[in-house]
């Protein structure tokens, strides 16, 4: 499997802003889609938004369009999540998710990072 790494969580204010990033460990990846997924306490983990390999489509939640933004950096095996005017609602653990395949081997990969916590007071 590709090991994901997230950072960019953090605690934040109402109204404030933060960015989330992921990188993928590995060479000789073709990665196709990379996406954001959230898990609330006690909840199911939810899509939040994803972004197709060339980066020209992209899938929102509901809940965060307008606020929330997805793009990717191919060259840089990277992803990231701009998160602005944040609500309480948004708190929650956010993990990184990509598959693709492993050139080298010639076989799929469909990763999760560990999960970084982003947690909004009122």
């Not at 204010?13 to 590995?26: D, I, W, Y």
């Amino acid at each position: 499997q590709v090991r994901l790494v997230e950072s960019g969580g953090g605690l934040v204010q109402t109204g404030g802003s933060l960015r989330l990033s992921c990188v993928a460990a590995g060479n000789r990846l073709h990665i196709n889609s990379m996406g954001w997924y959230r898990q609330a306490p006690g909840q199911q983990r939810d899509l939040v938004a994803r972004v197709s390999s060339g980066g020209d489509s992209t899938e929102i939640a509901d809940s965060v369009k307008g606020r929330f933004t997805i793009s990717r950096d191919n060259a840089k095996k990277m992803v990231y999540l701009q998160m602005n005017n944040l609500k309480p609602e948004d708190t929650a653990v956010y993990y990184c998710h990509a598959e693709g395949v492993l050139l080298s081997m010639s076989r799929t990969f469909d990763s999760w990072g560990q999960g970084t916590q982003v947690t909004v007071s009122s």
